[in-house]
């Protein structure tokens, strides 16, 4: 009986085509293996191309030691990755791509034209011309019980072996752009550990007054700081911006908060968070200034410039008796109290946490059970803030898988 099943063999494998995966495929093809990319969907890089749509944030430019500690309680193992391929040598790659970069105001680093199509065309057709063959439109299901891979394709089951692999598959958010983190499954069915997936830089959710949510869903709200009591009691604190949505609040302060609120989310059901208003004014500043006021509150809360957005939600979250409390209101406007009661769902997270456990793999991202094969980028178990820290991550462990597949390759034909 004929088998409808394709076979094919090849001397090298990247499956997935983000930003990991073709770093990974340019590094085997520049010691001249023949190296082909697999990929779900019907084109390549969708994520790294929705990243670009708000600005493409490559990198961020501030120092080492403050970039590895962006990624908590992964610093060491990222760090290693980062030693190989760091923000430095991510400009040296732009550059050499005939892309040049930016440092915006905040320090982010951002390609000129702040997207991520002009740079994805450039590199698929250098990688291209380097020898790289690309398969989209093909599904990897599994390992069969010889060890090759299963795809599924619209022409039916192919089956590829290879002699090295590199898996770079992604989190498990944005499920439209290809990445649904399916292939968890069966890399715990192998008996590889991955830790639950969970939202990071997401949103977070808190139920609004109905008034409050049909007049301000949507605005952002500027020059604030929020803080957060971890369990060790010490106090995180950022200063930055907030948008008001009609679940929650979302935006680049609470994303870089994220971890801390889901912990304490996860731990006690809600997280309890304070906003500061007034970030460049102290308290006792606030109690002068409140202190010879003749007119209403309101009006006066409006001279310091607590106005719009900022005015309804101090006013939603405080009592009428607060707001005519004056000794009270300063202590108020530098800590409003706000409950959030959960997570947005993760399909609408920037990113993942969990994913394949470091434990696993060794210093060069091989599966430590597995030799030949190599795992890199949001697949991994860490997670950072946005600012350019999850994208640096990806392509460093795409370049250290990739070399380590290029190593595996030339030691085992020695
Ligand atoms: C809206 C948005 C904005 C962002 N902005 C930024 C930013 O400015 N800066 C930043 O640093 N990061 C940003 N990110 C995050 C960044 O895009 C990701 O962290 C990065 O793309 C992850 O790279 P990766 O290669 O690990 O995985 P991905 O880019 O997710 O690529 C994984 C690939 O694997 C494929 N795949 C998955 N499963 C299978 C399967 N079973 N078989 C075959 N193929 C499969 C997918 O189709 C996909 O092509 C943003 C993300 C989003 C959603």
């Known amino acids: 009986m004929q088998s409808d099943r394709t076979t094919r063999t090849y001397p090298a494998i990247v499956i997935g085509g983000g930003p990991a995966g073709l770093m990974a495929a340019e590094q085997l093809a520049e010691a001249g293996i023949a190296v082909a990319v697999f990929d779900a969907m019907p084109s390549l890089g969708r994520k790294f191309l929705r990243a670009g749509i708000g600005g493409l944030n490559i990198t961020h430019s501030e120092a080492s030691e403050p970039f590895q500690q962006r990624?908590?309680?992964?610093?060491?193992?990222?760090?290693?990755?980062?030693?190989?391929?760091?923000?430095?040598?991510?400009?040296?790659?732009?550059?050499?791509?005939?892309?040049?970069?930016?440092?915006?105001?905040?320090?982010?680093?951002?390609?000129?034209?702040?997207?991520?199509?002009?740079?994805?065309?450039?590199?698929?057709?250098?990688?291209?011309?380097?020898?790289?063959?690309?398969?989209?439109?093909?599904?990897?299901?599994?390992?069969?019980?010889?060890?090759?891979?299963?795809?599924?394709?619209?022409?039916?089951?192919?089956?590829?072996?290879?002699?090295?692999?590199?898996?770079?598959?992604?989190?498990?958010?944005?499920?439209?752009?290809?990445?649904?983190?399916?292939?968890?499954?069966?890399?715990?069915?192998?008996?590889?550990?991955?830790?639950?997936?969970?939202?990071?830089?997401?949103?977070?959710?808190?139920?609004?007054?109905?008034?409050?949510?049909?007049d301000h869903a949507g605005a952002p709200l500027k020059n604030i700081a929020l803080s957060i009591v971890l369990d060790n009691h010490s106090l995180w604190q950022q200063k930055g911006e907030l948008i008001i949505s009609d679940y929650g609040l979302e935006g680049s302060l609470i994303y870089a908060a994220s971890r801390h609120i889901r912990e304490a989310i996860d731990q006690r059901g809600s997280a309890r968070v304070c906003l500061d208003l007034q970030p460049e004014r102290s308290k006792s500043e606030l109690y002068d200034l409140l202190h010879k006021r003749k007119d209403s509150a309101t009006n006066h809360l409006r001279k310091l410039g607590i106005r719009d957005t900022k005015l309804a939600l101090f006013k939603t979250l405080t009592s009428k008796e607060q707001m005519q409390d004056i000794k009270k209101l300063p202590a108020l406007l530098k800590a409003l109290p706000l409950t959030l009661t959960g997570y947005s769902p993760i399909d609408n997270a920037i990113s993942t946490a969990g994913g394949l456990s470091f434990s696993e793999l060794d210093e060069h991202l091989m599966l430590k059970q597995q030799p030949g094969v190599f795992c890199a980028g949001e697949m991994l178990d860490w997670e950072a803030p946005t600012g350019g820290y999850l994208l640096t991550a990806c392509f460093a462990g795409g370049v250290v898988a990739g070399r380590g597949a290029r190593e595996y390759l030339r030691n085992s034909q020695a």
């Open 71 to 214: 990624y908590a309680e992964r610093q060491a193992e990222i760090g290693k990755l980062l030693a190989t391929f760091g923000p430095g040598e991510m400009h040296e790659w732009c550059d050499a791509l005939g892309i040049e970069t930016f440092v915006g105001s905040s320090g982010r680093v951002f390609p000129n034209e702040m997207k991520a199509a002009p740079l994805l065309r450039k590199w698929l057709g250098r990688l291209r011309s380097k020898g790289v063959k690309f398969y989209t439109r093909h599904r990897w299901c599994g390992w069969e019980s010889n060890g090759s891979h299963r795809f599924e394709t619209a022409a039916g089951t192919v089956e590829v072996n290879a002699d090295a692999t590199v898996f770079a598959l992604g989190g498990a958010s944005w499920s439209a752009l290809g990445t649904d983190g399916r292939w968890a499954k069966p890399f715990a069915e192998r008996g590889l550990q991955c830790a639950p997936f969970k939202p990071s830089n997401g949103g977070f959710l808190h139920d609004w007054q109905e008034e409050f949510r049909r």
